[in-house]
């Protein structure tokens, strides 16, 4: 299992190696962050992340906790992450982890934060977890790992 921090901070190079080439919200971080860990669920049936790391359903869709506090200081939800955001410089992840984490990047890398947010919106882990809830209800509802493994392994089952 890989600390979530050093993969956002993986995420933050890989995003941004080339300057000048895109722009990472925070919201977009967050969301990219979800998707490595509900693709590898379904995709492998385990956890990426450290065990008490968690994605809860607010209304921006899942966000984690401990990335959530990390930036609450210094960035808002629309804000962009810069490479002086990381909290390692030189992140470095398995070559299987890299792999995977690239390959979830490669896929959703290109939509925004925004875009991100009406897929998760779209989907049944987050759905589920806000169960009888409006849209604009504050909730910090645990998205269930086996909602997240069940959804994401029937879609990979599908491609």
């Not at 169960?131 to 604009?136: A, E, M, Q, S």
Request: aromatic share 14%; glycine share 6%; proline share 3%.
């Amino acid at each position: 299992m890989v600390n979530i921090n050093l993969t956002a901070d993986y995420v933050i190079s890989a995003m941004l190696a080339d300057e000048g080439q895109g722009t990472l919200s925070n919201l977009k971080l967050q969301k990219l962050l979800y998707y490595i860990e509900a693709w590898h669920l379904g995709i492998f049936g385990t956890r990426f992340y450290e065990p008490e790391e968690h994605f809860e359903a607010w209304v921006h869709g899942p966000v984690n906790r401990t990335i959530y506090n990390r930036f609450i200081q210094s960035k808002y939800l629309y804000s962009d992450i810069t490479l002086a955001d990381r909290q390692d410089t030189n992140p470095t992840l398995s070559k299987d982890d890299k792999e995977f984490v690239d390959y979830i990047l490669e896929n959703y890398g290109k939509y925004s934060g925004m875009e991100l947010e009406t897929m998760t919106h779209n989907e049944m882990p987050w759905k589920e977890a806000r169960n009888g809830l409006g849209v604009f209800d504050a909730c910090n509802k645990i998205i269930p790992f086996e909602s997240m493994k069940s959804y994401y392994s029937q879609r990979y089952a599908q491609l």
